[in-house]
């Protein structure tokens, strides 16, 4: 009788035991069959000229006004550039959660542009573990200005350019973020025939977390083969502000085109010279449409 009285009091201790680890596994979470997947990596989907790695939420409308004022270098009789400005309107849309598209219109050249962007992977841990994020990225341009040459044919198709992008970034932890964008960009109109048609470059942007609300961010893409002299590479600098609502970013940056073609071909301004300008991002999200 006692060696069944002590066999029943283990089987009900190790019954007790199983229980409270158990329940001590379900407070802490099982890491091996769930999935967390990295978010925030940046706070908008751009960083300041490019795409960012980061996607607009599905069913979330994003408002977005780029501005860019004059050349810092233009001195007090221009304000320092103030004086003048520049800007690209635009609106962003999360069709679904790995797919959205964007369409926008500039001032400079009256150009219209669209895209489409779709998250191929994105960055996790866990029981899937993927160390970084994949998002392509297409798009089309349109200069929307007057033929300056009337007296010959000009066909709408020599008005557009496409691009295609890959942005393959990583989240090395709360504070920093880094990514690199290969980007193809084809123009159906070259001015002389020594301009290569298809221009080959690579992005390089980044983020770095100051406080919860602040960051610095930059970005700049290496251009191969622009045959244009007068050309620079475009560098852009800026902080983001989040306020809750929106995301208020401001930057200095050597270009005045606001989408991939003209920030890519059209930049001229030297950081050396102080042909910079001082501008500001604005992007305010709005839920259209349930997001899940």
């Known amino acids: 009788m006692q060696k069944l009285l002590i066999v029943l009091l283990l089987?009900?201790?190790?019954?007790?035991?199983?229980?409270?680890?158990?329940?001590?596994?379900?407070?802490?979470?099982?890491?091996?069959?769930?999935?967390?997947?990295?978010?925030?990596?940046?706070?908008?989907?751009?960083?300041?000229?490019?795409?960012?790695?980061?996607?607009?939420?599905?069913?979330?409308?994003?408002f977005r006004i780029l501005h860019r004022f004059g050349e810092v270098s233009g001195g007090a009789y221009e304000f320092f550039g103030l004086d003048q400005a520049s800007m690209r309107m635009g609106f962003d849309y999360g069709i679904l959660k790995n797919l959205s598209v964007g369409v926008g219109r500039s001032t400079a050249q009256k150009e219209l542009d669209g895209f489409v962007k779709y998250r191929i992977l994105q960055q996790s841990t866990g029981a899937k573990v993927m160390p970084f994020s994949l998002v392509y990225v297409g798009g089309v341009t349109c200069n929307g200005m007057k033929w300056a040459d009337t007296s010959v044919t000009n066909y709408f198709t020599s008005r557009l350019a496409f691009y295609n992008q890959l942005v393959i970034?990583?989240?090395?932890?709360?504070?920093?973020?880094?990514?690199?964008?290969?980007?193809?960009?084809?123009?159906?109109?070259?001015?002389?025939?020594?301009?290569?048609?298809?221009?080959?470059?690579?992005?390089?942007?980044?983020?770095?977390?100051?406080?919860?609300?602040?960051?610095?961010?930059?970005?700049?893409f290496y251009v191969f083969n622009n045959n244009d002299s007068t050309a620079v590479n475009p560098l852009s600098i800026g902080v983001d502000i989040e306020t809750g609502g929106h995301v208020?970013?401001?930057?200095?940056?050597?270009?005045?085109?606001?989408?991939?073609?003209?920030?890519?071909?059209?930049?001229?301004?030297?950081?050396?010279?102080?042909?910079?300008?001082?501008?500001?991002?604005?992007?305010?999200?709005?839920?259209?449409?349930?997001?899940?």
């Open 169 to 220: 970034g990583r989240k090395f932890n709360e504070s920093i973020t880094l990514q690199l964008s290969p980007t193809f960009l084809h123009r159906n109109l070259v001015i002389y025939d020594a301009d290569p048609s298809d221009i080959y470059s690579l992005g390089v942007g980044g983020r770095v977390k100051v406080t919860r609300r602040i960051a610095l961010t930059g970005d700049y």
């Open 11 to 62: 089987l009900v201790g190790l019954n007790a035991t199983a229980k409270a680890q158990d329940d001590l596994l379900s407070m802490l979470g099982d890491d091996s069959t769930t999935t967390e997947y990295v978010k925030n990596a940046f706070k908008s989907s751009r960083v300041i000229n490019g795409q960012s790695m980061e996607m607009i939420p599905k069913g979330a409308l994003d």
């Open 248 to 292: 208020f970013q401001l930057h200095f940056s050597n270009c005045v085109g606001m989408n991939e073609r003209a920030f890519l071909l059209d930049t001229k301004g030297q950081w050396s010279k102080a042909e910079v300008r001082f501008g500001f991002n604005l992007s305010r999200i709005f839920q259209l449409a349930d997001s899940h």
